[in-house]
């Protein structure tokens, strides 16, 4: 504490200016801390610190003849704090040991209180989050309320922390803890004054209903929408918003590719940017894959969806919309999304991320099934995923768990055990635009599968990952759509930069990975450096193999620091949108934990289409 430094009054104390991260002090005063002792509390336009005072530590604290040293100064920023209680009169417990000379044991004081609730970080898990409570007293009331008016002044001025929410529980999720979850976290959003619409669902598909009819206006009312539940009923509340309000042509369908793909498997569909380049350069919000005044041929179709294209925005709730954020309470089975934005599965840490106002961008894929089945007419079905979308064994694993859904969790385990043993492979073909930068390991359609032995000894050296953690340089990047281009158009269309790829045969599983997937059983997820909100899907193709070098591959996905992908089995492409037909009668894709039915299927993903309440994982 410098000395000479300027002197401020408060009440009947003189006490000295201090700084805190580089910031000159409001004011300070004496107060005592609960479980402390006397402290000098000082606040700021960053936050508040402590120290006990002079008369404290004038000397160390002994007991029993071990020598104990005053504690050091405490501070907590004002952005990790969500509240400021007055809890008027009542008991304060100082120290322990004040000092050499006084031994008392629980000294209590009675005396006006109020309490600072805040966060800080656990020290040996950077990611979870813990409730930390600070309770001073006075015995003068008007300095206590002084205390409480200057740091709720202080909180005001914190930006983007929401005052409204609307709350869906859903209350047989994971385990059946859905309830209980959000008693636990609820008293949270009471103590940070956050009024809360709570709606426990009663049925499959009721928070789908009221996100998809509830008015435009009511849901402006609201700085958000939680979700206490897993992956797949967070997707139910997802497409209820969007299904009525994300205007946007549709990705091209696989039908559009069939008069332009030659005989070759591997060969480039057709180079789409060569007939619209003059038209794009003339208008910027005009993308090379759809329709286009003027083109005749093909490409005509692409993104109609039968003509239906719509790009104007409802201007009561535009999407992107940079105010209104989606919120996680995490109580499913895998809760891969949490994990993915905060890093942890514990409710408290989603809470209290939610309540302070943290912000991240989600990248949202749009799926569109064009036939449920060989035989259907092509009736285009829309869904958004906000994770993954999977086919063949992701597919089998969530059509399987559907009949014991009695086991709990543990059902994806027994029925994964159960589609694996089966080894199912099935006949597909997919497209997909090559983005130039990426770095694939095979290229498509290298003939027959190589032999055991040469895969076991032909997988290439592990690549340096660049994973997404808080603050991803990234994912920080200006979403294409938030400056010239408007969310209807798709991110993923430069002329002259990209071409579509083909590749065909049979698959043991077909991936799209928005984002990394991390979870209990992946804890570096499906692809461990798949960010939040780059603009790209992780394509993973696992073509038909021995059982034992699938088992591998899974392996390498159960273990931390694994190697999914370098086998030469697996294709991996970074892609914005692909294209899917299946050879078979009919095709089950999983979407997000939903089950999602595709003979012929399309995908295009949206930059930053949606905000979460959320930090970023911090490892």
Known sequence: MDRNANVRIIGEKCLPSVQFDGEESIFSSNLFLDHVGEVVLTLNSAGLSWKLAESSDSAPSICLGIK???????????????????????????????????????QESEMYRFTVHGVQKSETQPSLWVLAVYTFGHKDLETCQMWVNRINAS???????PKSLLVFVHPMSGKGNGCR????????????????????????????????????????SYDGVVAVGGDGFFNEILNGLLSSRHKSCYPPSPADFVHSVRDDDSAMV??????????????????????????????????????????????????????????IIPAGS????????????????SALQIVLGKKVHLDIAQIVSWKKTSTSKDEPCIRYAASFAGYGFYGDVITESEKYRWMGPKRYDYAGTKVFLRHRSYEAEVQYIEVKSEKTNPTPDKGPLVSTKQALWS??????????????NICDTKPMHASTRSSAITPYSHAGESRWLRSKGRFLSIGAAIISCRNERAPDGLVADA?????????????DCPHALYLWHLTQLARKGGNPLNFDFVEHHKTPVFTFTSSGRESVWNLDGEIFQAHKLSAQVFRGLVSLFASGPEV
């Open 181 to 220: 979850t959000w008693e636990a976290v609820a008293p949270i959003f009471s103590c940070a004054k956050v009024k809360t619409k709570v709606i426990v669902t009663q049925r499959a598909g009721h928070a789908f209903d009221v996100m998809a009819s509830i008015k435009n206006r009511e849901i402006g």
């Open 68 to 106: 104990l040293v005053p504690e050091s100064e405490t501070q907590i920023k004002f952005s990790n704090v969500y509240a400021i209680e007055f809890i008027n009169w009542g008991l304060i417990h100082e120290s322990l040991l004040q000092n050499a000379t006084n031994r008392l044991l629980g």
């Open 459 to 472: 997988r290439s050296k592990k690549s340096e990952r660049v994973v997404c953690r808080v603050n991803c």
């Open 270 to 327: 057709y180079h789409p940017n060569e007939t619209v380049t003059e038209a794009s350069s003339q208008n910027e919000d005009h993308s090379p894959l759809l329709p286009s005044s003027g083109h005749n041929g093909s490409l005509s179709n692409f993104g109609t969806g039968n003509g239906s294209c719509n790009k104007d925005q409802d201007p009561e709730f535009p999407l992107p919309n940079e105010r209104f954020r989606f919120g």
């Open 531 to 543: 960010h939040l909100s780059d603009g790209f899907l992780h394509l993973i193709l696992i073509r």
């Open 334 to 349: 895998t809760d891969a999304i949490v994990m993915c934005t905060t890093g942890t599965r514990d409710p408290i840490t």
């Open 155 to 161: 909180l005001n001025v914190e930006s983007g922390r």
